[in-house]
């Protein structure tokens, strides 16, 4: 190139800031000026930093050849104002005249910066450079140019030199560097000029062939000067001005916390302040933390009950992931994202219900949820494209469940299908819906993966105990941490507790009043639990209930306000629903029954096809209810006789009936033959509601008085049942009833069981005598492996420190029998505790374990509700080798706590006639005859005809079949 004026100023715009990426070049070009070391004039152009510490040049500029390189070049950051010492190496000097290859690597120590590169060039891209030419604007001058194509010398050799066209350029430019503005990077250096307008690059590609240091460097601050479309051009994933505010507004409203508060003047904090990670398991690969569910690269379906915490975790992650984004953008980091995750969108299913593209859909979702959190408008077709280069939008659908019509739950899981190709991974979030529902989007190419969200452990609880704590600026937050975690301890069932929206609600409650005790037994609890669901029936927005049913009923001419009355008609009938299943045998669907007690509220033109399936949509929208073989279900057997005994209590016939099916008639001398064994869950969610109605509260306390004045265990044991479930008797009726349980141990020769017995009666009437007598028998003082057993059991419910620790002691103990483990691990499930599911789990899958004991294991974890154990005991019922190892307590169980595969279970026991030995069968057929179902009459009438079996269950079965047959016709 000459050293003429290259040429007029030409302002070339780059579409952004033009102090940005324009100033980070000057600030990286390197004027040169190279000693001829024969008297000659110096040599000039220019260089530029590749790497930190490594200047890029034409080899032309040095010199000839190899052998002729001088051992220093002068060089001066001009932008800088600082002067470089460059040494050369003739290993870096590459020049190929045959190829048009020339380019020489200069080391330069102390400079960390480089520039950013990017090989991306189209016909007509408008290309700048900077560089240092010979003559009056040596210090520094651009020029522009056009992109025409390649262009290439060798045809033996493929290198291929960009050919550019514009300002003409002469000595001193070569060595400059060249950007692409469509991308903002460099693609290329200045080699050769024509002088009159063309000009050839070295393109960028063989440059960094020849620099590896060139990978290392840091861009971080050169792509934070970029548009969002220069990002995309160059294939960044790096978000640009317009991605990031977005991210900044959805890091905003994810920081919301998503539970109501239960008090008025408690206030939410930001969720990352009290968020507690969760965890989630998985058939395939068991249990993880729930965060990883956003790493992956399947589509995934989260389930979680109501207050699992689905609304939380996606909150959560969408706050994650978007601050790992803009950490990358702050810092320049290529290591912040660890793995790399797509861009998260949390969108509510009801929003994704319109007939439009779903582009569109999630545009008009994300502007009605971020509103003035945004700093300016999206583009409308931002969800359109991907986020970034290699990056998809990770879709959080929220609530699935909460759109009722199933047809519309239809159309947006078939519109989810519809886009799994396109720049999106979906997640989506709900309560258990139909399989059906979401069977075909399942089998959709590339699977799909299903995960369960698991209840808080004791160290979650903690943890979200002390964030509360701190929230409230505690003067103490780990003592009032530690506090509140002590006072859930005695809330029954223990597994409510780790509910992380009923835990987060004690946080509350304890916050605000600390010195208040928290609902200390299960009817304060649920009481709270339900008010609070029912309350966040009305959560304004289109997610809310009421919004949600009128869109269903809209099309019939019902109003707003009475599409109200269907929530409210639809909780006040979930108590008589829930009599119905407690203390009826009719097993007709939920559905059907709520659509006959409210079918007043259906419009005339509505199909009752139509009117059960909003009904069953509201039911699941309770929060108490759950989908189960082609039914709704109450999720737990508690929450049917907590709503059942709301219904009792409020109906002075039914609570008479109920009083003497409790506790029967009197004598003079007292009741009649009574023990506390006969006071079941649903039983003592009664009393709590008799004792909490002013006019049935008189009549219950005088029937305990009479009770606690037995002089026999069953009296105490009773007394103190009734108070360790949280219900405050009266001071006196505890009195008696401690007097009476400490004579017990004046006995020298007292029982083990009596000793047991009395020790848990006298710890929940806090008598410290209790506790003592339960860790002595726990450390193997006294009686066999049951009661050791069965006292470190009733030490742990009672939330003392060594209880779960001995507990785990025995199932880990080899020694012990199996039947022994089991319990122990039964007893670790129902606190909530992992290492019993875990046991549980392992004990019913293994082939190899006792038929008994296995059959145990199944019914230990189906009555925590875990669905493993109903699939286990339908299994193990179909298979004759177990007919001698089933005990009638479990058949009898399985049919009076209504379990949702109950009736395929008896069945399978009743249904084989080679089962004529099998004790198991007679009790199955029984069952299934209470129960009303055909096959259990039918069996009962084929025992009583077989020989094979002996005259007494022959007998036995024609008297219950004649029993049922004139119930029958009766």
Avoid at 463 to 481: Q, S
Wanted: with cysteine; aromatic share 6%.
């Amino acid at each position: 190139m000459d050293d003429t004026d290259a040429g007029t100023d030409t302002v070339i715009s780059d579409e952004g800031d033009t102090g940005g990426w324009q100033a980070l070049l000057r600030r990286a070009v390197v004027m040169l000026t190279v000693p001829s070391g024969d008297g000659r004039p110096a040599a000039v152009g220019t260089g530029f930093f590749v790497a930190p510490g490594l200047v890029a040049t034409c080899a032309h500029v040095l010199a000839a050849t190899p052998e002729a390189l001088p051992a220093r070049v002068r060089g001066r950051l001009v932008a800088l104002g600082s002067d470089l010492d460059l040494r050369t190496d003739p290993g870096r000097f590459f020049r190929d005249t045959a190829t048009g290859l020339d380019l020489a690597l200069l080391t330069a120590d102390g400079v960390d910066r480089a520039v950013t590169t990017s090989a991306q060039l189209r016909t007509q891209d408008l290309l700048w450079t900077f560089g240092h030419p010979a003559g009056q604007f040596r210090a520094g001058q651009h020029a522009s140019f056009t992109y025409q194509g390649d262009s290439r010398r060798s045809p033996d050799e493929a290198l291929e030199l960009p050919r550019v066209y514009g300002v003409p350029v002469g000595p001193g430019y070569s060595g400059s560097p060249v950007v692409n503005t469509r991308t903002g990077a460099v693609c290329g250096m200045l080699s050769t000029s024509d002088k009159a307008g063309s000009a050839h690059l070295i393109p960028i590609t063989a440059i960094l062939a020849r620099c590896p240091e060139a990978a290392s460097a840091s861009h971080g601050e050169w792509l934070a000067a970029l548009t969002d479309e220069q990002l995309a051009a160059g294939g960044w994933a790096f978000p640009g001005p317009r991605l990031v505010a977005y991210l900044t507004a959805a890091a905003s409203r994810a920081s919301d916390h998503p539970y109501p508060g239960v008090l008025a003047d408690v206030r939410r904090p930001p969720l990352s302040r009290v968020y507690v990670r969760q965890h989630a398991s998985a058939r395939a690969r068991g249990k993880l933390t729930a965060d990883e569910i956003f790493g992956g690269d399947r589509d995934v379906v989260l389930m979680g009950g109501p207050g699992a915490g689905k609304t939380s975790l996606l909150h959560s992650g969408v706050s994650g992931i978007a601050e790992h984004w803009l950490a990358l953008r702050r810092t320049g980091r290529s290591d912040v994202l660890e793995g790399g995750a797509d861009v998260p969108l949390r969108v509510p299913a009801t929003d994704l219900t319109r007939s439009a593209p779903l582009a569109d859909q999630l545009g008009r979702a994300v502007r009605a949820d971020l509103g003035g959190r945004l700093r300016e408008s999206l583009p409308k077709d931002i969800f359109a494209r991907p986020p970034m280069p290699g990056k998809r939008w990770l879709v959080l659908v929220d609530g699935l469940d909460e759109v009722l019509a199933p047809e519309r739950r239809r159309d947006v899981i078939a519109g989810i299908q519809e886009n799994r190709s396109g720049p999106y991974r979906f997640v989506v979030a709900c309560r258990p819906l139909p399989e059906a529902e979401l069977a075909e989007f399942r089998r959709t190419e590339g699977g799909v993966d299903t995960y369960e969200l698991l209840p808080f452990d004791a160290g979650q609880l903690y943890e979200l105990a002390l964030g509360w704590c701190k929230v409230f600026e505690a003067p103490d937050p780990e003592r009032a941490a530690h506090d509140l975690v002590a006072k859930t301890g005695r809330i029954r069932p223990s597994t409510l507790v780790h509910n992380p929206l009923l835990a987060t609600m004690l946080c509350q409650l304890y916050l605000s009043a600390p010195e208040r005790p928290l609902p200390s037994g299960r009817y304060g609890l649920y009481r709270d639990f339900i008010d609070l669901l029912r309350e966040r029936q009305y959560a304004s927005g289109q997610s809310g209930i009421v919004a949600q049913a009128h869109a269903a009923l809209d099309p019939y001419g019902v109003s707003s306000e009475e599409a109200r009355e269907l929530p409210r008609r639809i909780f006040e009938a979930l108590p008589r629903l829930a009599k119905v299943r407690w203390t009826e045998p009719d097993d007709r669907p939920a559905v059907a029954l709520v659509a006959n007690w409210i079918g007043d509220l259906r419009p005339a033109a509505m199909r009752m096809l139509a009117w059960e399936e909003l009904l069953r949509a509201c039911l699941r929208r309770t929060g108490l209810l759950a989908e189960h073989a082609g039914d709704v279900v109450f999720m737990h057997q508690t929450l049917t006789e907590f709503l059942a005994a709301q219904a009792i209590s409020a109906d002075p016939e039914s609570s008479r009936t109920e009083l003497r099916k409790l506790f029967g008639g009197f004598r003079r001398q007292g009741f009649y033959e009574f023990s506390e064994g006969n006071l079941l869950s649903g039983d003592l969610f009664l009393i709590a509601a008799w004792h909490a109605d002013p006019q049935q509260r008189p009549h219950l306390e005088r029937v305990l008085r009479r009770l606690a004045a037995r002089k026999d265990l069953n009296a105490g044991t009773a007394i103190a049942r009734i108070t360790a479930d949280g219900i405050p008797l009266d001071e006196e009726i505890i009195k008696t009833a401690i007097k009476t349980l400490g004579a017990h141990f004046d006995d020298p020769h007292l029982h083990a069981r009596v000793r047991l017995r009395a020790g848990q009666a006298l710890a929940d009437l806090d008598d410290p005598r209790g506790v003592q007598q339960l860790l002595a028998i726990a450390a193997r003082s006294f009686g066999i492996e049951p009661f050791w057993v069965e006292a470190a059991r009733a030490l742990a419910v009672r939330g003392h420190a060594q209880g779960v620790g001995l507990l785990k002691e025995f199932v880990e103990d080899t020694e012990l029998f199996l039947s022994w483990r089991v319990d122990a691990a039964s007893f670790l499930a129902e606190l909530g505790n992992a290492a019993g599911i875990e046991f549980l789990t392992r004990t019913c899958d293994d082939p190899a374990a006792p038929g008994h004991d296995r059959i145990e294991a199944a019914y230990g974890l189906t009555e925590m509700g875990h669905p493993h154990g109903w699939e286990r005991l339908s299994e193990l019922a179909r298979d004759p080798a177990n007919d001698l190892e089933w005990p009638i307590t479990v058949i009898r169980d399985i049919a009076a706590m209504r379990l949702p595969r109950r009736v395929e279970i008896l069945e399978a026991l009743a249904d084989l006639p080679e089962r004529h030995q099998s004790h198991s069968r007679i009790i199955a057929a029984e069952e299934l005859a209470e129960l009303g179902v055909p096959s259990g009459i039918e069996t009962l009438a084929a025992i009583a005809a077989d020989r094979r079996y002996n005259r007494y269950v022959r007998r036995t079965a024609k008297r219950k079949l004649a029993r049922f047959r004139k119930e029958q016709q009766g």
